[in-house]
């Protein structure tokens, strides 16, 4: 029996990405169990009291307690990690769990951050109204400005936190460059890679130190669970999110864990597949003369660097009711086929209206700011056929009388 093939590091590292997407982590029970088993349990049982006095003493392996450890939580870290090229990962109960810790674990007060101002609604939230509370300041700047990068340092900046692509604007940040300005300077870059996932893009490559999860979103791929991780040098995951994380407690239940395990078996598959099909959706609106904001597609200003730093642009992209809000959910309303959701990542389709759900809480002048106009929708391209996407839209666009 392979039994544990896919926690042996030496092995691992031989697979291509998509035999690590399948078989990394796999850590197989005495039973030999083809699927990675899913161990509903809080506590383990030891043969004897030396045993469990070693394993808390940190001189025998093994499991103690889920907010631990627990097996299926830790497949799921190997394969991600793997997938990732990371040394080490850590999952978490969600995204937001993932972007907090990662931030929290390493900075105290009087630290400065540097931002990324297009940014998920609550990671602008917990700069603003979390680490604002503990002394812990930061600066939000246009990401894809590279000088801002460098105009925006201190000598008490700790850490760069921002997204490519950002969340809805399709911002690209440049990794090669504003990774490289931290490395000099000794700051740590938290790269949230969620829209992209280690498929489309490895920010690691580029010199990032931390990549933080949703896995909520393409991992699952399937919109079923709430899932983060965290992906960092064994050394950064020892010293610092390690024993926060232990103790805080913001863990992944391991059924969530087992769904993402399983989703991420596909991922190699549906992320180009996904992409590909945005792709077509987008150049057919642009066709219609409406704006879009894709970065595969040539009329987005950074295509350049899309096509330098990821494989592939992903499901989402941004497009634009000319006359505003009323238009962009009237087009909404009108579709058959496409979801109004506001989650991403998943298989189906979904459409959403920034200004109105995720980014709502930023206020008017937040989205100015950020390029969120009042007419901006955000599409999710998913696992359908292409051309019944496209229909879909046209007869909506008919209906509005675009
Ligand atoms: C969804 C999302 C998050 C938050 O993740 P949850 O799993 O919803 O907590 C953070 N960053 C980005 C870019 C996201 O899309």
Request: with cysteine.
């Amino acid at each position: 029996m392979k039994k544990d093939t896919g926690i042996d590091p030496a092995a691992v590292a031989t697979w291509r990405p998509a035999t690590q997407a399948v078989r990394a982590g796999t850590w197989r029970s005495q039973h030999g169990e083809t699927s990675e088993a899913l161990y509903l349990t809080s506590g383990f049982t030891y043969d004897s009291a030396e045993e469990v006095a070693a394993r808390f003493a940190g001189e025998a392996d093994g499991m103690q307690y889920s907010r631990f450890k627990n097996p299926t939580v830790e497949m799921l870290q190997h394969r991600i990690a793997a997938m990732e090229g990371a040394e080490a990962c850590l999952v978490q109960a969600s995204g937001m769990a993932a972007m907090t810790s990662s931030l929290l674990c390493m900075l105290s007060a009087g630290d400065h951050v540097v931002a990324g101002r297009a940014a998920f609604g609550s990671c602008r939230w917990i700069l603003d109204n979390v680490l604002n509370r503990f002394g812990i300041t930061h600066t939000a700047i246009d990401g894809t400005d590279n000088a801002a990068w460098e105009a925006a340092l201190q000598d008490n900046t700790r850490a760069f936190f921002f997204e490519t692509p950002a969340n809805p604007t399709m911002d690209l940040v440049d990794l090669e460059f504003v990774c490289g300005l931290a490395r000099s300077k000794g700051i740590t870059t938290v790269v949230d890679n969620a829209f992209a996932t280690p498929v489309l893009q490895r920010p690691m490559d580029f010199g990032a130190d931390v990549i933080a999860y949703s896995a909520t979103k393409l991992m699952d791929g399937q919109g079923r669970v709430m899932a983060g991780a965290v992906c960092a040098s064994r050394d950064w995951i020892e010293e610092f999110l390690s024993p926060f994380q232990r103790n805080t407690g913001p863990i992944c239940a391991p059924f969530n864990a087992w769904n993402v395990l399983k989703g991420l078996e596909t991922l190699p598959l549906r992320a180009p597949a996904q992409s590909e099909s945005a792709m077509k959706v987008a150049a057919f609106l642009e066709d219609k003369g409406l704006r879009v904001l894709h970065p595969g597609l040539p009329s987005h200003p950074q295509h350049d660097l899309c096509q330098r730093q990821m494989r592939a642009a992903g499901p989402i992209f941004a497009f634009f009711a000319p006359d505003g809000q009323r238009q962009a959910m009237a087009l909404c309303n009108a579709l058959e086929l496409i979801d109004i959701s506001n989650n991403i990542g998943d298989s189906k389709s979904l459409i959403t209206h920034p200004a109105s759900t995720t980014h709502y809480n930023m206020g008017e002048e937040g989205r100015a700011e950020a390029g969120i106009a009042d007419g901006m929708l955000r599409l999710n391209v998913g696992l359908e056929d292409t051309f019944d996407l496209i229909e879909d839209l046209e007869r909506a666009l008919g209906r509005i009388g675009l």
